[in-house]
């Protein structure tokens, strides 16, 4: 499914200005006929740090998603476990608790093998060839906003959603 919005973001630095233009998975409601169908795309975000979490909240929510954040593997498991309204899990690596980042991204891929997973991290990039689940994203800290939204975007958008019943 590609979702149809687009989102630029602007980043100035100094003198240097660039300008990232690309899809953006979260989608306003929309009216069809009476009723509002809503789009609304949720992420949840696994990370302990609170400045990492207020840059990734505000990212996102630039990039048109809704996101859900908790600080520990623990809590991160038990909304995965009773929800199913996530669309992606973006996770810090190093956690507090006993769970850390690879072990979420497992757990959300045994509720939803297509779980699109982004890890964030600042020092173990080079494990995620043997523990990161496939088909997922590492951003190296710091990384731009643009790049978190990019990514998730990306990944949602391969996603190849079930095929309808047929009768």
């Known amino acids: 499914m590609v979702l149809p919005c687009r989102f630029t973001f602007e980043h100035y630095v100094g003198t240097n200005e660039f300008s990232v233009t690309y899809p953006a998975g979260g989608l306003q409601a ?12 949720t992420i949840l975000v696994v990370e302990d740090d609170q400045l990492i979490q207020a840059l ?3 990212a996102l929510s630039d990039g048109g998603f809704e ?9 991160a498991i038990t909304l995965l476990n009773g929800d199913s309204k996530y669309r992606a899990v973006v996770t810090d690596i190093n956690l507090i608790g006993r769970l850390d980042g690879w072990e979420v991204a497992r757990a959300a ?3 939803d093998p297509a779980m699109p997973v982004i890890y964030m991290t600042g020092t173990n990039g ?4 043997s ?11 710091p990384f731009a906003p643009a790049q978190l939204v990019t990514a998730i975007a990306n990944l949602l958008n391969s996603v190849t959603l079930p095929a309808a019943p047929t009768e």
């Open 109 to 111: 891929r045994e509720d």
């Open 126 to 129: 080079e494990e995620w060839a």
């Open 30 to 41: 929309q009216h069809q006929g009476d009723s509002e169908v809503d789009n609304e795309v």
């Open 67 to 75: 996101s859900s954040i908790v600080a520990s593997g623990e809590e």
């Open 56 to 58: 990734v909240e505000e």
């Open 131 to 141: 523990k990161g689940v496939p088909n997922s994203v590492l951003l190296a800290k």
